[in-house]
């Protein structure tokens, strides 16, 4: 009996132990944190920001139908209620080009307006439409790609008239997808077991593994090319600019990390933000190489699931529960003078 009691006694130890280890943490804190807390009317799930040719005038969406608009670029938010035959939509995707946007949900809707969100109009989507749509990206006069939950590509180029379809199979259902700038995708599996790329010319998605025993988590593109991979355990990882089909060593910003990275975005071709839940932001000045950690955000109730950065000095961070964070430069360079 007695030594099951001191097995027990050292399991404990090493579990408690592993606790700690856990919760440190040895990245460096950043010198100065430039993200202002934004309080929003509602405590639905927030999902996507986009703003017009106005960089004042942008709208918020979200679950239960949240639909949010600033007049100030960003810092008060009003709550918009459309006429639906249904409130428990979610809103998954806005975008505009210009005074022309498009909302995009589940179950499958498209919303539209021309005169920069004073009215919306729904367009009708087929009922035979695979998956509900996700992503949505305007691309000019009445002219949107929508992708969906399961890969397949609609473009309308006649404000939702007529569709044509980008690709000719769906992938399967995925976790989240993303478009670059020149029209290419990049889709992770629902599981995470293996990611999907595809760009215009293509007939199919093209799968692939992952480089990796860890579930890929999110993918997405950078400006000059590059593909950028987050995994579990708190593991990044991005391709060679020289050679594009093949990855670099992976990365883990925070090591013995208990949360997981969510999402990933560049303020400048240099800089770049990772989110992840329980608060997490993490900041790398050199493209990825060296990493720290805004600990001055660290107690926000939220997980944060997106990262959006309009122009350098204009971003935000999209969280749970009503949470937004807005990219403020004014504190930063505030702080960064008191820190000299």
Known sequence: MLPIVKNCQR??????????????????????????????????????????????????????????????????????????????????TVSFAGKEG???????????????????????????????PVSTVALGKNTVEIATDVGAIYKTTDGGKNWKAQVEQAV?????????????????????????????????????????????ENMGFAENGQVWMLARGGQVQFTD????????????????????LLDLAYRTPDEVWVSGGSGNLLRSPDGGKTWEKDRDVEEVPANFYKIVFLSPDKGFVIGDRGVLLKYNPSIAAATKSEAA
């Open 11 to 92: 399991i404990l130890a090493l579990f408690v132990v592993i606790l700690m280890c856990v919760g440190c943490s040895n990245v460096a804190s950043t010198t100065f944190n430039p993200w202002e807390v934004i309080s929003i009317p509602t405590q639905a799930k927030l999902l996507d920001i986009a703003f017009t040719d106005n960089p004042q005038h942008g709208f918020l969406v979200g679950s239960n139908a949240t639909l949010l608009e600033t007049k100030d670029g960003g810092t008060t938010w009003q709550p918009l209620e459309l006429e639906l035959d249904d409130q428990r939509y979610r809103f998954n």
């Open 102 to 132: 498009w909302i995009a949900g589940e179950p499958a809707l498209l919303l539209h307006t021309t005169d920069e969100g004073r009215s919306w109009s729904r367009i009708q989507l087929s009922e035979n439409l695979p998956g509900n």
């Open 172 to 216: 399967g259902v995925v976790r989240n997808i993303e478009r670059s700038p020149d029209g290419k995708y990049v889709a992770v599996s629902a599981k995470g077991n293996f990611y999907s790329t595809w760009e215009p010319g293509l007939n199919a998605w093209e799968p692939h593994k992952r480089n990796s025993s860890r579930r890929v």
């Open 241 to 260: 600019p020289a050679h594009p089909e093949e990855w670099q060593k992976a990365q883990n910003p925070e090591l013995s990390t208990s949360w997981g």
